[in-house]
């Protein structure tokens, strides 16, 4: 068979895939290139781009029942000739749609996300649907091997977010959750939320400023979730009841909130040197420019997070115990001062009512 005769032949071939593609091209035909590991592409920069796909990735995922072009939908020819186009998922996720995706709100509000906004402005880094979920192993959820399960979120976040990742890795919440297995410590999405995650700037985040609070205290203040661990629950109460707490719920943003003291991404126990709450890095925890310029050792020395109606408050106990008395002796005296001011004047009136009657008499 001569050159032009096999050309001829393979593009009949082609031809007749090309009309059949009308519809969905067979995963085989997809195959006969891409089930090659040898098949690669090399971008303008240099960078090698290898395009072997392996089926058993997509029959393990969420996905198996899906042929190539159900997500590949702009390759409608093969050999398909313009490079294709970023998948978009929201072609079968979305309400109501007939393909059986999951039918539910919760991802939809991505797109009022900082992410989202920012694929609008045309902003190439920021992530779309696959970013996170993966590409041909997209898992549930509760599948440890998912990208967004708990403890993978760190990373998956972590890969655009490197700075974020670096300091959550070493914190507490970080440790406990990779190293240690405690689920109830936050992956990224606990404190900033899943699809929803919005800039700390926008007053509707969970990360901003006035909100911070309630976003620790979700978990600090439950016995059932970091009690079990021996840490103090009192914090968020000791905390809304400081000046700064009572500030914060006045809508106060520049009071100090739990991650002005305690660092954000970085947070360790106060006994451990590198916590920004370790008592000699205090001075220079409170000290900051535009809170307590100036701020000594001396600042140091009182604690922070006082219970008053506890012993262990130290002199804080005993100046509120000092204070109850005082006011409750106050009052008290004041009680018995107008008890017996209206037992004189009751006499009084007696004995000027009988001293008129013995008169008319
Ligand atoms: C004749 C071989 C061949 C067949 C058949 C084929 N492809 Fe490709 N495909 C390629 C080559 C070569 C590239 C790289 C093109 C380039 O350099 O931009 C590619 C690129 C792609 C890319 C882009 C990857 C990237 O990031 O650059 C996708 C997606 C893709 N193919 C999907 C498919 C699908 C889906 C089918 C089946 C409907 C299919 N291909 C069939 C050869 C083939
Ligand atoms: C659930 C949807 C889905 C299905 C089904 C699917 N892909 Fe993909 N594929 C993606 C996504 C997402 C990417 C990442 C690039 C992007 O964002 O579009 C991708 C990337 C690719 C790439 C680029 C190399 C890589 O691995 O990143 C090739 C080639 C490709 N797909 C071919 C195929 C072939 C062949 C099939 C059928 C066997 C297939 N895809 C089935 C979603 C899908
Ligand atoms: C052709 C339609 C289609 C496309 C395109 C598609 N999906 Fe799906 N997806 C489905 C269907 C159908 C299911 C339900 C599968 C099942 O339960 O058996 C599903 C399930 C899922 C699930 C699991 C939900 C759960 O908890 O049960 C996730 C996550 C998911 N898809 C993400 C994606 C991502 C990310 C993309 C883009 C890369 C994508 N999907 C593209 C149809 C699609
Ligand atoms: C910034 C990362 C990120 C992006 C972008 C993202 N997701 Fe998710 N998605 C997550 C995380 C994290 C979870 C896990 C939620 C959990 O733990 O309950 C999740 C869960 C899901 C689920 C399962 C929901 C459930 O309750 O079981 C579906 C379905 C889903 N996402 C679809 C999508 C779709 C479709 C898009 C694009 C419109 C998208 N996601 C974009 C991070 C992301
Ligand atoms: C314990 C709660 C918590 C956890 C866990 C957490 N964050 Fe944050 N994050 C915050 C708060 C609060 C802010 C706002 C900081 C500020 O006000 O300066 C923030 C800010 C950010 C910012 C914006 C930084 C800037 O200055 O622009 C990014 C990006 C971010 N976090 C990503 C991540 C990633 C990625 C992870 C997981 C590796 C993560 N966060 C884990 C609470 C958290
Ligand atoms: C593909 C890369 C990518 C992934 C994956 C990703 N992000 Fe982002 N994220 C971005 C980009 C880009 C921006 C916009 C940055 C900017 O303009 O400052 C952004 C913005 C943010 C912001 C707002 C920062 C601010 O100014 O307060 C937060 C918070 C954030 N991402 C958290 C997350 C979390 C949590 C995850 C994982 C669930 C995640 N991101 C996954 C790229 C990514
Ligand atoms: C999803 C739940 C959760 C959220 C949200 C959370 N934490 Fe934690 N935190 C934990 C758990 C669980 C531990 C215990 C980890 C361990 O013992 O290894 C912990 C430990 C700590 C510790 C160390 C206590 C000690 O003495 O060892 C500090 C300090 C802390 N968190 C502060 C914060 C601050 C500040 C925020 C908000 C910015 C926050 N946490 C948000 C669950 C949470
Ligand atoms: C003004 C600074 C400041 C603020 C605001 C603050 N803390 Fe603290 N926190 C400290 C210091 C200092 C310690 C070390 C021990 C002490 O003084 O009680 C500490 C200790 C802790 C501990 C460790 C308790 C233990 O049992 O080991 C936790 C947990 C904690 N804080 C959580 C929080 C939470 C949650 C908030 C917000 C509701 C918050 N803190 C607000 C300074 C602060």
């Given at each position: 068979?001569?050159?032009?005769?096999?050309?001829?032949?393979?593009?009949?071939?082609?031809?007749?895939?090309?009309?059949?593609?009308?519809?969905?091209?067979?995963?085989?035909?997809?195959?006969?290139?891409?089930?090659?590991?040898?098949?690669?592409?090399?971008?303008?920069a240099?960078?090698?781009?290898?395009?072997?796909?392996n089926?058993?990735?997509?029959?393990?995922?969420?996905?198996?029942?899906?042929?190539?072009?159900?997500?590949?939908?702009?390759?409608?020819?093969?050999?398909?000739?313009?490079?294709p186009?970023?998948?978009?998922?929201?072609?079968?996720?979305?309400?109501?749609?007939?393909?059986?995706?999951?039918?539910?709100?919760k991802?939809?509000?991505?797109?009022?996300?900082?992410?989202?906004?920012?694929?609008?402005?045309?902003?190439p880094?920021?992530?779309?649907?696959?970013?996170?979920?993966?590409?041909?192993?997209?898992?549930?959820?509760?599948?440890?091997?998912?990208?967004?399960?708990?403890?993978?979120?760190?990373?998956?976040?972590?890969?655009?977010?490197?700075?974020?990742?670096?300091?959550?890795?070493?914190?507490?919440?970080?440790?406990?959750?990779?190293?240690?297995?405690?689920?109830?410590?936050?992956?990224?999405?606990?404190?900033?939320?899943?699809?929803l995650?919005?800039?700390?700037?926008?007053?509707?985040?969970?990360?901003?400023?006035?909100?911070?609070?309630?976003?620790?205290?979700?978990?600090?203040?439950?016995?059932?979730?970091?009690?079990?661990?021996?840490?103090?629950?009192?914090?968020?109460?000791?905390?809304?009841?400081?000046?700064?707490?009572?500030?914060?719920?006045?809508?106060?943003?520049?009071?100090?909130?739990?991650?002005?003291?305690h660092?954000?991404h970085?947070?360790?126990?106060?006994?451990?040197?590198?916590?920004?709450?370790?008592?000699?890095?205090?001075?220079?925890?409170?000290?900051?420019?535009?809170?307590?310029?100036?701020?000594?050792?001396?600042?140091?020395?009182?604690?922070?997070?006082?219970?008053?109606?506890?012993?262990?408050?130290?002199?804080?106990?005993?100046?509120?115990?000092?204070?109850?008395?005082?006011?409750?002796?106050?009052?008290?005296?004041?009680?018995?001062?107008?008890?017996?001011?209206?037992?004189?004047?009751?006499?009084?009136?007696?004995?000027?009512?009988?001293?008129f009657?013995?008169?008319?008499?």
């Amino acid at each position: 068979m001569c050159k032009k005769q096999l050309i001829a032949l393979l593009s009949g071939i082609f031809l007749c895939v090309s009309v059949k593609a009308q519809a969905t091209i067979a995963v085989e035909k997809c195959m006969i290139c891409h089930g090659k590991p040898e098949l690669k592409r090399v971008d303008a920069a240099g960078k090698v781009h290898y395009l072997f796909v392996n089926l058993k990735v997509l029959k393990a995922s969420v996905h198996a029942k899906k042929v190539c072009t159900d997500c590949h939908a702009d390759v409608t020819v093969i050999p398909h000739t313009q490079k294709p186009k970023r998948v978009n998922c929201q072609r079968c996720h979305y309400k109501g749609n007939p393909q059986g995706a999951p039918q539910i709100d919760k991802y939809m509000e991505y797109e009022k996300s900082v992410h989202a906004q920012e694929v609008r402005k045309g902003n190439p880094k920021a992530p779309v649907c696959q970013d996170c979920h993966g590409n041909h192993d997209v898992r549930k959820t509760k599948d440890p091997l998912s990208h967004v399960f708990k403890n993978n979120v760190p990373e998956t976040c972590g890969r655009c977010h490197m700075e974020e990742y670096a300091q959550y890795r070493h914190s507490i919440h970080g440790t406990a959750l990779l190293d240690k297995g405690i689920m109830d410590a936050p992956s990224c999405t606990d404190c900033h939320g899943e699809h929803l995650i919005l800039r700390h700037t926008n007053p509707q985040s969970p990360t901003y400023a006035t909100r911070i609070v309630k976003t620790c205290a979700h978990c600090h203040e439950a016995v059932n979730i970091v009690g079990k661990y021996g840490i103090n629950v009192e914090q968020v109460e000791t905390y809304e009841r400081s000046f700064h707490g009572i500030a914060v719920k006045f809508g106060e943003k520049t009071v100090a909130n739990c991650a002005s003291c305690h660092g954000v991404h970085n947070i360790l126990p106060p006994e451990d040197p590198h916590s920004t709450v370790y008592i000699k890095n205090i001075p220079k925890t409170c000290g900051k420019p535009n809170c307590h310029p100036g701020a000594n050792i001396n600042f140091a020395r009182g604690k922070i997070h006082v219970n008053p109606e506890k012993k262990s408050a130290g002199i804080i106990y005993w100046i509120a115990l000092f204070f109850k008395i005082l006011t409750a002796s106050v009052l008290l005296g004041l009680i018995i001062h107008i008890a017996m001011d209206l037992y004189r004047r009751t006499q009084e009136y007696q004995q000027k009512k009988k001293e008129f009657k013995e008169m008319e008499e």
